[in-house]
């Protein structure tokens, strides 16, 4: 499954990452995820290649950064990819969330949006612990990388490419008494 998509987003430029984790940082599950499965997945089956210090590669990695501190960290006043002055979080054009909102609804709902995939994964029945039992267990890895940036910082468009595999069949629960649909 490839879903491309475009997003915007606004940062403060953070520079390289050279400190390590806190280790009084609040995770999730009480330590920091294990992402080496993504990271090798990513590296066979990107269709990029960006250097690492080009505007694409910084991108790719503040992302894929924000993502893990944004599925993990449990305050987000310990995520370093945000300005947490100016952090709003928007999907085509919709209203803005701030990283309170986004761990209230769950990430996978915010950037699902609210009307969800109906008849398939509706977004209101779905709180952060389910979505993300859902799609973590769906699919092992689910990698995310720059095809393209629009524009120049502190405000970029980027089109991107999001994929992992599914086994099959795969069966997706279905409303709250969670009887489950197959996908061929």
């Known amino acids: 499954m490839v879903r491309s998509h475009a997003l915007s987003f606004s940062c403060q430029w953070l520079g390289r990452w050279t ?8 995770w999730r599950y009480k330590k920091a995820p294990d992402y080496d499965l993504t ?3 990513f590296e066979t089956t990107k269709s990029t290649d960006w250097a690492p210090d080009s505007l694409e590669g910084l991108i790719q990695n503040l992302v ?4 893990k501190e944004a599925s993990y960290k449990v305050d987000p006043k310990e995520w ?5 002055e100016s952090y709003s979080f928007h999907i085509n054009g919709g209203p803005g969330m701030s990283a309170d909102d986004m761990l209230q609804v769950g990430t996978y709902n915010a950037l699902i949006g ?17 979505s993300h039992k859902l799609f973590k267990g769906a699919m092992k890895t689910f990698n995310w990388e720059v095809i393209e940036v629009l524009g120049a910082p502190p405000k970029v468009s980027v089109k991107w490419r999001h994929w992992g595999m599914l086994p099959f069949p795969f069966h997706f629960p279905r409303r709250q008494n969670l009887t489950k649909q197959q996908v061929p």
Do not use: C, H
């Open 80 to 84: 370093r990819t945000i300005s947490q």
């Open 114 to 130: 609210e009307a969800g995939i109906k008849g398939v994964y509706e977004t209101k029945e779905m709180d952060f612990s389910k």
């Open 39 to 41: 990271n090798a997945t």
């Open 64 to 67: 894929k950064n924000w993502e």
């Open 19 to 26: 400190n390590p984790l806190p280790p009084d940082a609040k």
